[in-house]
T-cell receptor, first 114, second 116 residues
Framework: AQKITQTQPGMFVQEKEAVTLDCTYD???????LFWYKQPSSGEMIFLIY??????QNATEGRYSLNFQKARKSANLVISASQLGDSAMYFC???????????FGAGTTVTVRA | EAGVVQSPRYKIIEKKQPVAFWCNPISGHNTLYWYRQNLGQGPELLIR????????DSQLPKDRFSAERLKGVDSTLKIQPAELGDSAVYLCASSLRGSGGVETQYFGPGTRLLVL
């Protein structure tokens, strides 16, 4: 069984600043994948970034980067140069090597202030 | 490329009534998922299809929920009869295993169901 923990229910960030969203996980699978999704108020879950458990480097996608610390079982999302459009709910999720089901955390609401 | 399409976007019904949700996945994606997202929580899987076969329906409450994907493309999720606790967002996702084995799920906009 996999468990995802997001301890920050809500965060405020000033426009153009960076913000880090915490995610810790628990799994017995030796191989797994970690995902971050953005869910704006419209409801759609938008895929942001992926990190494989055996990837040697931290994943980056534009202004999104993943701070992956395997020994600590954490996969924090960093959003650089925040924009007003980044205001949304952010979910961390993981999938085991033999399980297609995504297990999601409870999410973190990010509000970007002008 | 068109994304995952879902309809309706919103649905309000009275308890004990039936309701159905429709999903059309991204073209070429053979795997389709239905998730339920309760308020303030992350999505939870209800059922997963590989083509037309339901390969994981262990989380689907089969007494009132049913789903089908007859031709392996679009899918319908039905609730009959609906209960107050079914109020949630129902999300459809699809995926295609890419090179290197990475399989990313892409979600539709969801259907927000309110049962009165």
């Amino acid at each position: 069984a996999q468990k995802i923990t997001q301890t920050q229910p809500g965060m405020f960030v000033q426009e153009k600043e960076a913000v880090t969203l915490d995610c810790t996980y628990d799994t017995s699978d030796p191989s797994y994948g970690l995902f971050w999704y953005k869910q704006p108020s419209s409801g759609e879950m938008i895929f942001l970034i992926y990190q494989g458990s055996y990837d040697q480097q931290n994943a980056t996608e534009g202004r999104y980067s993943l701070n992956f610390q395997k020994a600590r079982k954490s996969a924090n999302l960093v959003i650089s140069a925040s924009q007003l459009g980044d205001s949304a709910m952010y979910f961390c999720a993981m999938r085991g090597s033999n399980d297609y089901k995504l297990s999601f955390g409870a999410g973190t609401t990010v509000t970007v202030r002008a | 490329e068109a994304g995952v399409v879902q309809s309706p976007r919103y649905k309000i019904i009275e308890k004990k009534q039936p309701v159905a949700f429709w999903c059309n996945p991204i073209s070429g994606h053979n795997t389709l998922y239905w998730y339920r997202q309760n308020l303030g929580q992350g999505p939870e899987l209800l059922i997963r299809y590989e083509n037309e076969e339901a390969v994981d329906d262990s989380q689907l409450p089969k007494d009132r929920f049913s789903a089908e994907r007859l031709k392996g493309v679009d899918s319908t999720l039905k609730i009959q009869p609906a209960e107050l606790g079914d109020s949630a967002v129902y999300l459809c996702a699809s995926s295609l295993r890419g090179s290197g084995g990475v399989e990313t799920q892409y979600f539709g906009p969801g259907t927000r169901l309110l049962v009165l």
